[in-house]
């Protein structure tokens, strides 16, 4: 079907010159323009959109670039570039990048939310594996009656991490399951629950009101309970994931996002829009499907990978 | 605050107005409006890049449309080159003359191979097809479980080995089920892997050169953003890919990687999914899609027709005329012709607020007949009575009816409906205020009646 001359070639022809990292293509830009005119913006654009830090955001971001390295007179790439970093930085920074481990009493109870396929479910098995090594009591609860085996999958990194599971049959009531799991927390005095949930759509209305249930049904069980909830988005999700965000943070409190799948070459900018517009933070990343690939986040070490 | 783009692209255009030709200044705001509505549905930035580059090739030098607003008629142009990317019509899945056909299924992880692979069984089994399918993820803990729920659920044959064995050869071995439980369709769920997993890369390159699969299908997500282009890429590298299926199109993404991918594995879209069900598995749509994407509904199909009908140059000198109060018989006659000329999209402009008024006349669908009627008598009338409609009087009206072979009632009926019209253009021109500014039915985009958002 593809013309060799047509969009497909030409297309295929820029796609093959060679990828240079955001840093080289900043420097190669400002090497030879040492200004930061309108081209130079544009390409600093380009490696931001790239990494799906998204048009508006790229745009409010090289707004402030242009006034800081007026203000300062920046003229060298390596302080443009340390002024784009400090840029990302101020906007990632804020917030609590940890588990807040707020329950007083115990335990501590955490939802794992996000749409379909993300990495809810592995995160939960990495989670709790490092949870266990620093000695906390952990116990799952698989409130993921509606996929196919999903509690089966949830089963097996519970016996990697060597942690229990509290789950009912398919189909059964997520929020029974919830109830369930905190439940046993409770009366196990175990540390910290946390609690999987099936993947779902942000626009799927009755989903996300099943969300708000399961939700009550813990709150009323302990005080403060859900301490934490953590929407997992995928690193390689594009503008979308700002929207995933604001309806899980409409549905409730979100506490933090897990950033999965950045071992791949995805570079998940859109979290950038997510904590300037929302100002959730990200508490840890995935990086691979082992049960240690799991970290936590340094806006720092992030930044850097941006531009690399 | 949420505007559309031809909302944007409306006033990024406002000078174009009245300018003959599209050129690359006066479109360059206009480039820039679509570019970003690109880039915010996500399709690659340097595919958008080459995209917006070929636009502007093929806008600059086109004749401004009259009867269309200049964004309007770019947006076509882009649309237009979005569903020529897209594909025509639909591709349907291959069917080997020997069976059994071999669909593999491959992609990133978490992008719903699993489920689809369940959705293509109960499209298949519905075309009277018996497929099994293939548990060759062993990796994903549960991977085999689910799909062996997903074979009950879909009513079709399953086949695993468990989590021991290699994956190239349950995919082999399949083969030699499929034919002793007569199945003529085989689907290989494969396992997520990552593009840069070059082990992992290694072993689908393996399946695919062991069984040698009719179709290898591209699972992809519609929220996918920049990255698409880098991992279809290599996907597309190690394997023969055959097309691509996008999923979680029932979502709220603009799915611009649809153009991504589409642009860089050089497949078509073969299905979308649009739900968890197993049902929820739609054919492709290019210019829904296209829509999508650029974020508007179908204005598309409507510019299409009124370039070919509307002369929009007539239609602002017919306003001039009757805000002046000259309206006359000979204008009348020709806002006829042009009334008529619109009759085949008649129920088209039947929707826009305010066009049968404007186009002089409450009966839009007359016919052939009634038309030459109207010419006959109008021409059977002296000049200074065409342009003076008053002065006809009954002894007049008497002599053009005979004139012109009709009936003096006819003669009656029509110095009414003109009389009828140009009431309602000056009503019109009073109540429109700046008649001069609005440049006629078409001018502006906003509150155009097809322009829903999808
Ligand atoms: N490479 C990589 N793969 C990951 C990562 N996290 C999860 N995955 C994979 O992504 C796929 C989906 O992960 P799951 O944990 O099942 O995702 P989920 O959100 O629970 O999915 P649903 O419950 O079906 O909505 C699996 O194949 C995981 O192995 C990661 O950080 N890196
Ligand atoms: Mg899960």
Redesign the pocket.
Known sequence: MTEKTGFFGRLRERLGKTRTGLVDGVRAVLGTRPKLDAETIEDLEALLIQADVGVQTAAEILERLRETAREKRLASSDDIVAALKALLLEILEPGDHTLSWTADPPPHVTLVT??????????IGKLASKLKAEGKNVIIGAA?TF?AA?SD?LEVWCERAGVPIVKLHAGADPAAVAHDAVQAGLTRKADCVII?T??RLHTKINLMEELKKLYRVVAKLQPGAPHEILL?LDATTGQNGLQQARKFTETMHVTGIVL?????TAKGGIVIAIQKELGIPIKYI????GID?LQPFSPRDFIDALFS | MFETLTEKLNSAFKSLRGQGRLTEKNIADGLQEIRRALLEADVNYKVVKQFIADVEAAAVGQEVIKSVHPAQQVVKIVHDELVKIMGGANAPLKVSDMPPTIIMMVGL??QGKTTTTGKLAVHLKKKGRKPLLVAADVY?PAAVKQLEVVAQQAGVEFFGLGTGVDPVDICVMAQGEAQMRGCDTILLDT??R?HVDDQMMAEVRKIAQAVKPHEILFVANATTGQDAVNSAKQFKDNLPLTGVILTQMDGDARGGAAISLISVTGCPIKFVGTGEKLDALDAFHPERMAGQILGMGDIVSFVEKAQEVVDQEKAIKFQEKARKADWNLEDFLSQMQEVKKLGSIGDLMKKIPGMSQMMGGQEMDFDDGDMKHIEAIIHSMTTEERQRPKIIAAGRRRRIADGSGTTLAEVNRLLKDFDKSRKLMKDMMKRGGKGGKRGGPFGGGRGMPMMGMH
């Not at chain 1, 995935?286 to 499907?289: A, K, P």
């Open positions: 996000g749409v379909n396929g993300s990495g809810k479910t592995t995160t993921d996929r999903a999958q999987d099936a993947g997992v999965t799948k950045l071992d791949g995935g990086v691979g499907e690939d | 992880q978490g994903r396992a997520g990552l």
